[in-house]
């Protein structure tokens, strides 16, 4: 992949939040508080819990489904940053390696069972964070906190930040085009070319910075911005958030996974 498409891809997240689905017009806030809810819920099992997890699942399925977002640009995401929590969990067969569980006349230690319930957490709030930028776009989601009263200071220095990944990425994509028009075969391609480019690079991004931060002063900004659209929290987003603070605390507190296996195990008895 070029790095024109890479660049292109990035905002991509985005504007799949300009989709108008039912979940893409809830209230930013509404999502925002149900995402937060479910990652606290995740994280809250005991490290060797794997089938309490199971259940929750229910969750991201049910908004790349009514949301319409691509399963396999989300799938995507997570590998990028999995290495992260593979490199947590890793070692914890070396260091847990106390037999749990048999199966089939292996011997599972506690080291893989909870590697294991570490990387579904992974998926699950990693692709949960995932789905809220694509049904409320970042800008949104950051508006969404400034209603909860953060600091508009910390939301600034938000926006900011992204934006500013888009101005990086701008500035990346010009001196690359450059270096490659200079270029024939591996020419330009060496480390000095690298540092060079990296150094350039510093200085165009901070004096475009300052140019438009000037321009932003120039325009009135006081440091608070202010959102152009209106969303205000309605009894969808009042059904909707209550329904998912119910389903977590449900998937928190009752053992679905093993309710389901008893009923099948008596249908089929029946049977």
């Known amino acids: 992949m070029t790095f024109d498409e890479e660049y292109f891809n990035i905002g991509y997240l985005d504007r799949l939040s300009f989709q108008d ?3 893409h017009r809830l209230d930013p806030i509404t999502k925002l508080l149900a995402t937060v809810a ?7 099992f005991p490290k060797y819990e794997i089938k309490g997890l199971l259940p929750f699942f229910l969750f991201p399925v049910l908004l790349l489904t ?10 995507k995401k997570i590998l990028i940053v999995s290495p992260f929590a593979v490199f947590i969990g890793i070692l914890n067969p070396v260091f847990d390696s106390e037999t749990r569980y048999v199966l089939w006349g292996v011997g599972i230690s506690g080291g893989w069972i909870s590697f294991l319930s570490i990387m579904i957490k992974f998926v699950l709030t990693i692709g949960a964070a995932l789905l809220l930028i694509a049904t409320s776009s970042f800008p949104g989601v950051c508006r969404a906190l400034q209603r909860l009263g953060l600091p508009d200071i ?3 220095q ?12 701008e500035e990346t994509m010009k001196i ?4 490659d028009m200079r270029s024939f075969g591996n020419k330009g391609t060496g480390s000095r070319t690298f540092i060079g480019i990296v150094g350039v690079l510093l200085i165009r991004t901070i004096e475009r910075a300052e140019r438009i931060y000037n321009a932003m002063l120039s325009r009135g900004f006081t440091g608070k911005i202010i959102a152009s659209r209106k969303v205000k929290f309605g009894f969808q987003d009042m ?4 329904i998912a603070l119910a389903a977590a605390l449900g998937f928190r507190y009752c053992d679905i996974t093993g309710l ?6 008596d249908i089929a008895g029946k049977i």
């Open 239 to 242: 059904a909707f958030l209550a």
């Open 158 to 169: 938000l926006m900011f930040l992204y934006r500013y990944l888009f101005v990086l990425m």
């Open 38 to 44: 479910f990652i606290i819920t995740v994280v809250s």
């Open 66 to 75: 009514i949301g319409d977002i691509p399963l396999k640009f989300i799938i």
């Open 154 to 156: 910390f939301i600034s």
């Open 176 to 179: 690359v085009r450059a270096r």
């Open 21 to 23: 689905t039912f979940v």
């Open 260 to 265: 389901i296996g008893n009923l099948f195990i």
